[in-house]
């Protein structure tokens, strides 16, 4: 649990198995290691737990009490995993090289500055895209940084360039953009020189991206998070607006509903209990972790918590649209509140939620 037994970045994970059958009755050892532990050998003769081994089921082996395992089986019972929501899980976009294809607002202005002619200069204002990076999405909010993605989708050139070669009809479509690229043309990327023109991620041609079947989610309203985080967070971010490889996001209905849910304690709680760790620098949140996550869809008997969950999501979110800073705690307690009656939990279970989001599981 982020206790570092080696001093490489590496996570050592060795399993012994026995090929037996374990009896009905048979119980397993764990005990958790935190990353402040001094004496390790002391402190894991000091602090065995004991869980039934019928308790590890065939997805994800949870080491936790029997109170913490009943909480988790029961949100797995009344909600429903996001895979089954009309939903679709996408990874941003990734350029195979950043410092060419991401641009700040005065580059992309000096582009389109140098445009000739006024069907060029909308020609290359259309495929410059906002874009945003791991580092602006916040909690309910993100903080565009004015960047720019320059996106010309794999196997664009080769359906519009007629009789031209690939490099006479970008350089004749994009003039101004051909001349920005140049500055490229002699810089090394991993140790090869013209890095631009060697991308391993790349579409038919260096000026294009790599091939990607869902480029059109982008211009969806979505809800996006960093795949590798210390805590979780979510936010709704407006069509149009594209993300980088080091985030996710999901399109679909019902957006403001799932963001409060997916920002509440119970989900940090939940996921905290399979969600693959990274020693003691975060979390690897990527889809098929998210995909699990069990949310109630809307029924005749939660549809008032649910309608409460979605307008105090949009009231969250319009403060921070107002000032990303402004305190929203009072709001995001009382959608917490709201969930634990959605999941129907007890208070007891509630207590052990609130303690149990400060601390981590042992998941291996």
Not at 35 to 53: F, L
Request: overall charge negative.
């Amino acid at each position: 649990g982020g206790y570092r037994v080696f001093e490489q970045t590496v996570d050592t994970n060795i399993i012994l198995l026995k090929k037996q059958k374990p009896s009905l009755d048979h119980e397993l050892k764990y005990v958790e290691v935190k990353s402040d532990v001094e004496d390790s050998i002391k402190y894991i003769q000091n602090n065995w737990q004991k869980m039934p081994q019928s308790k590890l089921s065939d997805n994800t082996w949870t080491l936790a009490d029997d109170r913490i395992l009943a909480i988790k089986e029961k949100i797995e019972k009344i909600g429903k995993p996001l895979k089954d929501w009309d939903v679709r899980i996408y990874f941003g976009i990734k350029t195979g090289y950043n410092e060419a294809f991401i641009i700040d607002t005065e580059t992309r202005n000096k582009i389109l500055a140098n445009c000739k002619t006024e069907e060029e200069r909308k020609r290359t204002e259309e495929i410059i895209k906002p874009v945003l990076r791991g580092r602006d999405i916040g909690r309910y909010y993100y903080q565009w940084a004015g960047m720019w993605l320059i996106l010309i989708p794999a196997g664009w050139t080769n359906q519009n360039r007629g009789p031209l070669t690939p490099e006479e009809f970008f350089r004749k479509t994009f003039p101004s953009l051909y001349e920005y690229f140049m500055e490229f043309s002699s810089v090394e990327l991993h140790g090869r020189q013209k890095g631009l023109f060697t991308r391993d991620d790349q579409g038919d041609y260096w000026w294009e991206l790599r091939h990607c079947d869902y480029y059109p989610e982008f211009e969806k309203e979505k809800i996006v998070w960093q795949r590798v985080t210390r805590e979780f967070r979510f936010c709704v971010v407006p069509a149009g607006i594209y993300i980088l490889d080091s985030m996710a996001f999901l399109v679909g209905e019902n957006l403001n509903y799932l963001v409060g849910v997916l920002n509440s304690k119970v989900i940090d709680f939940y996921v905290k209990s399979y969600v693959h760790e990274y020693g003691d620098s975060g979390f690897l949140l990527s889809n098929q972790y998210v995909e699990r996550i069990p949310i109630p869809p809307k029924s005749s008997d939660n549809e008032a918590l649910f309608n409460q969950i979605e307008n105090l999501s949009k009231d969250i979110q319009k403060l921070k649209d107002e000032n990303p800073q402004a305190d929203t705690s009072y709001l995001e307690k009382e959608i917490d509140n709201t969930i634990y009656k959605l999941y129907g939990l007890t208070e007891e279970e509630i207590q052990l939620i609130e303690q149990a989001t400060s601390t981590e599981i042992i998941e291996q």
